[in-house]
C-alpha cells in the first residue's frame, strides 16, 4: 500500500499483509487424525457390528464403543526398536438380547506424534495423504463442460461462450439451465423465486431473459419435451453419484474466501476456514456469500454513475490519471483523494472499469448484457449447496443407531435428518450446479481438477478418509475370516480380545497393500517432480 505526506514529500511503500490460506498439510494431517480417533471411529465401528449381523448366525448386535487413554508399551533397553503406542478401542456387545458382561478391546489406532508420523508396531510410518479427482463428477477445460456421470446415462452441463449453461438432452437438443431450475422449481414448489439466490452477473442475466413468462409457462414448454419425466426415471438414478455430487458441491469449496454477509458469529471480511466450515456444516447453511468482481465486462450501463473518492491504494487508470495527473506514473493512487469522475449510462464497461469501481467500494452496478434484461450486479458471489450434509459433521461422534458417519442425508425441511429419496437430481442440485458452472466459467484457464486453491472437483484423502475407508472394506473381510472363532465365543458366551486380534492386522495390511503407508526415511528422501 502506498501513502504519501505532503508535507515531508515522503512516498512511504508498505505491504498490508492479507490473511493467507496455507495448505498446511501437517495440521490438516493432525487435524483429520483427531478427527477419527474423536469423532469417526465410533461410526467405523458399526460397520463391525453390521457384518456380524449380516454374517453370523444371529438376528441381532447392538454395541456400545468407548476409545480408551493413548497406551505407550515399553521395551526393555537392549531393544533398539521404539515402543508401541496406540489407542485402545473397547465394546460392549449384546447378541440376541444377551448382554456380554466383559468390555473387550477390538481395534488399535496407531498413535501419530506432533510430526505427523504413525507407530505402527513401535515402527515410525508416515501416512501419505492424497489428492484425488472427485468420483464421477468432471470438468473437460477443452470442452468447458462438466459432467455428472450417473450409472446408466451422463448429464452433461456445457458454457461454451452461449448466453446461459446449457444442459444437453437427448442427440442433439440443450436446454437453458436456468428453465431447467424454473420447470423444476413449478414441479416442487420451493422457492418463489429461485433467481433471488444468486449474485452471478452471468446467471442473473440468464434469468432476465424471460423474466415476463411464468414458471408454470416454461413447465409446460419442458413438459413437451419430458424432461422432467426423462431425469426422473431410471436412465438417470444417481446410484453412487449420488455421494459424488453432494462431496462437489459440499460449501467446502468456500474455503479461502471472504464472506460478503455474515453467517452466524462470523461478520462480514472472515475469511472462511476450517472454524467456519465446521460451523456452517453442524448449523446446516446451504448458502454462502464472498467478496469477488462482477464478470460484467461489456455489459452496459443502465444508470449513470459518479465517483467522488478515490482510497490509496485504488489501482490506477485511464480515468484517474486525467482526474489525478500526479499520480500519473504510479500503478496505484498513493493517497486517499477526492475526484469528480463520471461514467455515463450507456457506456460499455471495460476491465478496468469493472476493477476501479471494486476498489472504490461501490456496492452495486445497474446494468445489461446485449438481449437481456438489466439487472444489479454486486461485488459479491454465491456460492449455493444442495442442502446436503454427513451426519458426523452434524453429530460428532454422537451418530444415532443404525446411522454412519459418512452418511450424506438432506436437511431440507428434514429436520430430524431422516433418510430420504435422493435417488435423482432435484432443483436443490440444479441451483447448486449453476452456481458452480457461473464460477468456473468466470475462470476457465484454471484446472480445477488439479488446482488445490480452489478445490472444486477435487479431494484430499487424510487420515480420517484414509482410516474409514480401511475399515469400511476390511470389516466383512475380518468377520468372514474369524467367522467360526468368533461364532464359537458367541455360542460359549465369552467373547474376548482375542476374537478381534486379526482386525488391527488386516486393517494395517489394507493400508500397507494401497500404499498409505511408507517409511520414514522413504518420505524425506521423495522430492517434487
Not at 2 to 15: A, E, M, N, T, W
Not at 233 to 247: I, M
Not at 325 to 354: G, N, R, W
Amino acid at each position: 500500500m502506498f501513502s504519501y505526506d505532503p508535507k515531508s514529500r515522503i512516498l512511504k511503500v508498505q505491504k498490508i499483509p492479507e490473511p493467507e490460506l496455507e495448505l498446511n498439510l501437517l495440521e490438516y494431517q493432525r487435524e483429520s487424525y483427531k478427527k477419527y480417533v474423536t469423532e469417526t471411529v465410533y461410526s467405523d465401528m458399526q460397520y463391525i457390528v453390521q457384518a456380524m449381523q449380516d454374517l453370523l448366525s444371529v438376528s441381532q448386535v447392538e454395541a456400545t464403543f468407548r476409545v480408551g487413554d493413548l497406551y505407550r508399551g515399553t521395551y526393555k533397553r537392549e531393544v533398539k526398536k521404539q515402543s508401541p503406542a496406540y489407542y485402545p478401542v473397547y465394546a460392549t456387545f449384546t447378541i440376541d438380547g444377551a448382554k456380554f458382561p466383559n468390555e473387550i478391546e477390538v481395534f488399535r489406532i496407531p498413535a501419530m506424534d506432533d510430526d505427523g508420523v504413525l507407530n505402527v508396531n513401535g515402527d515410525r510410518r508416515v501416512l501419505l495423504m492424497q489428492m484425488v479427482a472427485a468420483e464421477r463428477v468432471s470438468y473437460a477445460a477443452d470442452k468447458q463442460t462438466v459432467s455428472v456421470t450417473t450409472p446408466k446415462r451422463n448429464i452433461s452441463l456445457i458454457f461454451d461462450g452461449t448466453m446461459d449453461v446449457m444442459v444437453k438432452y437427448g442427440s442433439s437438443s440443450k436446454i437453458p439451465m436456468h428453465k431447467l431450475i424454473r420447470a423444476y422449481n413449478a414441479k416442487e414448489h420451493i422457492y418463489d423465486d429461485p433467481s433471488k439466490l444468486f449474485t452471478s452477473a452471468f446467471i442473473l442475466s440468464a434469468f432476465a431473459t424471460d423474466r415476463g413468462a411464468t414458471d408454470e409457462t416454461i413447465e409446460d414448454e419442458l413438459d413437451k419435451l419430458k424432461v422432467h419425466a426423462t431425469y426422473s426415471g431410471d436412465n438417470y438414478s444417481l446410484g453412487k453419484t449420488r455421494n459424488a455430487l453432494n462431496e462437489v458441491l459440499s460449501l467446502d469449496r468456500a474455503r479461502g474466501r471472504i464472506l460478503s454477509r455474515p453467517v452466524g458469529p462470523y461478520p462480514v471480511g472472515r475469511r472462511v476456514d476450517d472454524e467456519v466450515l465446521r460451523y456452517v456444516h453442524k448449523n446446516m447453511v446451504n448458502e454462502l456469500y464472498v467478496k469477488a468482481v462482477p464478470d460484467i465486462v461489456g455489459y452496459k450501463l443502465t444508470q449513470e454513475l459518479t465517483v467522488s473518492f478515490v482510497p490509496a491504494g485504488t489501482r490506477n487508470n485511464d480515468r484517474l490519471i486525467e482526474a489525478l495527473p500526479q499520480f500519473a506514473a504510479y500503478s496505484a493512487i498513493a493517497q486517499d483523494s477526492q475526484v469528480l469522475i463520471h461514467m455515463s449510462s450507456k457506456e460499455t464497461l471495460t476491465d478496468d472499469d469493472v476493477l476501479f469501481l471494486y476498489d472504490v467500494g461501490a456496492a452495486f452496478v445497474d446494468c445489461k448484457r446485449s438481449g437481456s434484461a438489466p439487472i444489479r450486479a454486486t461485488f459479491e458471489e454465491e456460492i449455493i449447496g444442495n442442502y446436503t450434509v454427513r451426519l458426523g459433521d452434524v453429530f460428532g461422534h454422537n451418530i444415532p443407531e443404525g446411522r454412519y458417519h459418512d452418511e450424506w442425508v438432506s436437511f431440507y425441511n428434514n429436520p430430524s435428518l431422516e433418510r430420504t429419496d435422493m435417488d435423482h437430481l432435484n432443483t436443490h442440485d440444479l441451483i447448486a450446479l449453476y452456481s458452480l458452472c457461473a464460477f468456473i466459467r468466470k475462470n476457465p484457464d484454471e484446472n480445477f481438477l488439479l488446482d488445490k486453491d480452489f478445490g472444486l472437483l477435487k479431494k484430499v484423502l487424510a487420515a480420517n478418509e484414509i482410516f474409514s475407508n480401511a475399515m469400511r472394506d476390511v470389516a466383512p473381510e475380518f468377520i468372514r475370516k474369524y467367522r467360526a472363532a468368533i461364532s464359537r465365543g458367541i455360542r460359549n458366551n465369552i467373547l474376548s480380545e482375542s476374537n478381534f486380534y486379526g482386525l488391527t492386522d488386516l486393517w494395517k495390511s489394507y493400508l500397507w497393500d494401497r500404499n498409505y503407508l511408507d517409511t520414514l526415511s522413504a518420505w524425506r528422501h521423495t522430492t517434487p517432480m
